[in-house]
């Protein structure tokens, strides 16, 4: 293994009610953290090929941990989404080269599909920066229920030559979703818009 991980971290939230309306079932998301060292940290290079080989690496450790939290098979994910956040000597296409050229096919994987593109974000900041990971149907990009978002922060990260890397996953949409578009039982799921 390549990466260097200082800790991972694993949240669920689950939301029972939703404007004064219970919200039955509970809609669930999770998100897999990982705070790994920055082998460029303070030094500009041009070939950031090693950071994306962690992204492969925590493209597979992370969704396999989150959907276990969930407690539902891959395939049953409906959204996902993913963020990274460099410490004050990182760059922020460190955080890219982690996020986008690898990480995304074994996500995949897991999930046993995943037309749309992974929605992602990407900053720089000190410990305890929130992470707000932006969410999206996983086939279907223009289904509106599952634009949403989930925060994290690791209070003691990223430290200056660390990254912090998080990935999210959910069960369903938002709670109570009624502002129209494509609906999820509408998805066709082969071009990752429709």
Do not use: C, W
Not at 166 to 192: E, N, Q, W
């Amino acid at each position: 293994m390549s990466v260097e991980i200082r800790r991972i971290i694993t949240i669920v939230e689950e939301t029972r009610t939703e404007g004064d309306k219970a919200v039955s079932p509970p809609t669930r998301r999770a998100a897999a953290v990982a705070v790994i060292r920055n082998p460029y940290a303070g030094t500009f290079v041009d070939d950031l090929a090693k950071l994306s080989e962690i992204g492969a690496e925590l493209g597979d450790i992370l969704p396999r941990r989150a959907v276990a939290a969930l407690g539902i098979p891959g395939d049953q994910v409906e959204s996902f989404g993913k963020a990274a956040a460099v410490g004050a000597d990182g760059e922020l296409e460190h955080a890219a080269a982690i996020l986008h050229p690898k990480l995304g096919a074994p996500f995949r994987d897991i999930l046993g599909k995943g037309a749309a593109l992974i929605p992602s974000s990407k900053k720089r900041g000190g410990l305890g920066i929130p992470l707000d990971i932006p969410l999206g149907h996983k086939d279907a990009a223009k289904v509106r229920s599952h634009f949403d978002g989930m925060e994290v922060r690791i209070p003691d990260a990223p430290r200056d030559d660390e990254i912090v890397v998080a990935i999210a996953v959910t069960d369903s949409g938002r709670p109570h979703p009624r502002v129209g578009g494509l609906t999820k039982d509408k998805v066709v799921g082969i071009d990752g818009m429709n």
